[in-house]
């Protein structure tokens, strides 16, 4: 187990390539538990996946709005000797398809959620909400993505 504040570190894989990460401990998600629960305010996860059956941390990289959510048998402990040398040598990555694109409409709707303890899920496309019955799509226009269309459909979820 790691404490908040501890450095890690750990690979992770993008487009075929390994590249190191390191960062600071900054949440514990409980087993079982959705991580985005846990996400401090000011902070942004983008996650897919379900909730894991082991503990696992928010991982902070300094510089950054985004937390990562590694597996937690990827971590490993990293000496405050080695924190600096490996943090400057990060190379970070952006999706090719959203760099520069103010997504701010798609910020809100997903911190509302948390908010109010509604699930989301997520793609390029929209963000579906199932308590609320409703799909919101999403257009990019000269670098700044808008709700364009919001769809309805009956739920389960809300009755």
């Not at 087993?31 to 902070?60: A, C, E, F």
């Not at 963000?127 to 309805?152: D, H, M, N, Q, S």
Request: glycine share 6%.
């Amino acid at each position: 187990m790691y404490d908040i504040g501890s450095y890690v570190q750990w690979d992770v894989n993008v487009r075929g390539k390994t590249y190191k990460r390191a960062g600071e401990v900054l949440a514990l998600v409980p087993m079982g538990k959705d991580p985005r629960k846990y996400v401090p305010t000011n902070y942004v996860l983008h996650i897919r996946g379900k909730p894991r059956n082991t503990i696992s941390y928010l991982i902070k990289i300094p510089g950054l709005k985004t937390l990562y959510w590694p597996p937690l048998e990827s971590l490993l402990p990293l000496p405050m000797v080695d924190w600096e040398l490996l943090y400057s040598q990060q190379i970070y990555m952006k999706p090719r398809k959203l760099e520069g694109i103010d997504q701010s409409d798609r910020e809100v709707l997903k911190s509302l959620c948390l908010l109010l303890g509604d699930k989301y899920y997520e793609n390029v496309k929209m963000i579906t909400i199932p308590a609320w019955g409703k799909r919101f799509y999403f257009k990019t226009v000269r670098k700044l993505e808008c709700i364009y269309k919001i769809e309805e459909f009956i739920s389960a979820i809300r009755g």
